[in-house]
């Protein structure tokens, strides 16, 4: 952009204060921020002062619990691992996250919880993967999302492990978006004098980024017509389960959520439910107290579906739902900006927001989503944190629990 077309963009939007060092900057920091500031999409910025949708009416959603799923193992398995062996299954780590709660700056895969030998995340991730393959057959391929931030050095930690014994030919990698932050006025902040503060736009667009770097005619190529979604940071998760994608076929429906039950009413994670009339994940603060502790004959805590993000999704499915727009959440966020002399600051409390879609809202547009119950203690052991609870700490544990030497 040409710098006076630059500032009334900028003054038209109350956002001229971005540019206070543009006379001290290089080409090259004139040329940054100015790209920066073409890309920002300013409807975002509206909605800081906008309070989130209000739900609809929500009900309790149907799907199989373990011992379902232990009745229908064999029908299941049969379905998924042909489907596996067809190369129908993609599997999509979503590793474009920060991560910032653990504190490193480098990508959470790259996070060794091994204690007497090094055991990476991406490693033991990897090994779990293996492990379906080799159960069943035929191959699949692993598309990781990654951001700017962390792109370079999760290729590289690729490259350097040599993909930890997976076909390098299977694995392609694929960035995210970013998305500006503001302070709670919505103005932009700055990171540096030549960048606005920007970070991940959420994990909600992992379908339109991995489209738009080119990879949908890959899927297609080889005939995928299962994504299988999940985080970077459960390293108990199962990827490519047969027994989740033979079930989730045979139920009909476009998408599938594992999930564990709620420990207690109270514990914080979102659950599955309908929300007039559509598969919906409705997050625990947004959940009644009534409803959190609604139990039905059998005592059981009806609305107890905890999602794990592990995902299915039907390949056709997001095809036709592509350019539905997801709802963009606004967090209230710790963001490090430059202050008015130029200096760095890294705040103790929160003082600005970023905005986000999630991959949870997805599991909506999809229009039919089976949920799939998982015991905890065999695949749930993310890491959030790098102490206490859903931490390094507990991880290791439960790794430990289940058979893997760290
Ligand atoms: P989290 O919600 O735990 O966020 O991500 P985070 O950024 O990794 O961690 P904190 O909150 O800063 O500590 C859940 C999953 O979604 C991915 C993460 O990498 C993780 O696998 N994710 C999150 C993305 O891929 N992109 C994003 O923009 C956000």
Request: overall charge negative.
């Amino acid at each position: 952009m040409k710098d006076r077309q630059l500032k009334d963009v900028l003054a038209a939007r109350g956002q001229q204060h971005v540019l206070r060092w543009w006379d001290e900057l290089d080409d090259a920091g004139k040329e940054k921020l100015s790209e920066q500031i073409s890309r920002v999409d300013w409807s975002l910025l509206e909605l800081v002062s906008h309070p989130e949708r209000a739900r609809g009416n929500i009900a309790p959603i149907d799907g199989l619990d373990m011992e379902e799923i232990a009745a229908r193992r064999e029908e299941f398995f049969a379905i998924g691992k042909e489907a596996m062996r067809a190369g129908k299954v993609a599997a999509v780590l979503l590793a474009g996250g920060q991560g910032t709660r653990l504190g490193s700056d480098a990508p959470k895969g790259t996070y060794n919880v091994g204690v007497t030998r090094p055991l990476f995340i991406f490693e033991q991730l990897i090994r779990n993967l293996t492990d379906a393959v080799s159960e069943c057959g035929g191959s699949v391929p692993l598309y990781v999302m990654t951001s700017e931030a962390n792109d370079e050095a999760t290729r590289a930690f690729f490259a350097e492990h040599d993909y930890f014994g997976y076909p390098e030919k299977d694995v392609a990698f694929f960035r995210q978006e970013m998305a500006p932050a503001v302070g709670f006025d919505g103005k932009l902040l700055l990171s540096a004098k030549d960048s606005l503060a920007l970070s991940p736009n959420g994990n909600g667009g992992w379908y339109s980024s991995f489209l738009r770097a080119g990879l949908g005619a890959d899927a297609e190529r080889r005939g995928v017509e299962w994504f299988n979604v999940f985080a970077v940071d459960n390293v108990l998760q199962r990827i490519a389960d047969p027994v989740f994608v033979g079930a989730t076929i045979a139920s009909g429906r476009a998408s599938g959520a594992k999930y564990v039950r709620k420990a207690y009413p109270e514990e914080r994670v979102g659950v599955l439910c309908l929300e007039d009339g559509l598969p919906s994940v409705i997050e625990y603060y947004e959940l009644s107290e009534e409803m959190a502790n609604l139990r039905d004959g059998a005592g059981r805590l009806v609305y107890a579906d905890g999602v794990i993000l592990n995902y299915l999704f039907c390949a056709k499915t997001l095809r036709e739902i592509v350019d539905a727009r997801l709802p963009v959440h606004v967090a209230r966020k710790k963001v490090p900006y430059l202050n008015e002399e130029g200096v760095l600051v890294t705040p103790e409390r929160e003082n600005g927001c970023k905005f986000e879609t999630l991959i949870l809202d997805m599991v909506r547009c999809a229009g039919s989503c089976l949920p799939f119950e998982v015991e905890r203690s065999r695949e749930f052991a993310p890491i959030k944190n790098r102490t206490g609870t859903d931490s390094v700490d507990t991880a290791r544990e439960l790794l430990e629990k289940n058979g893997v030497t760290l």
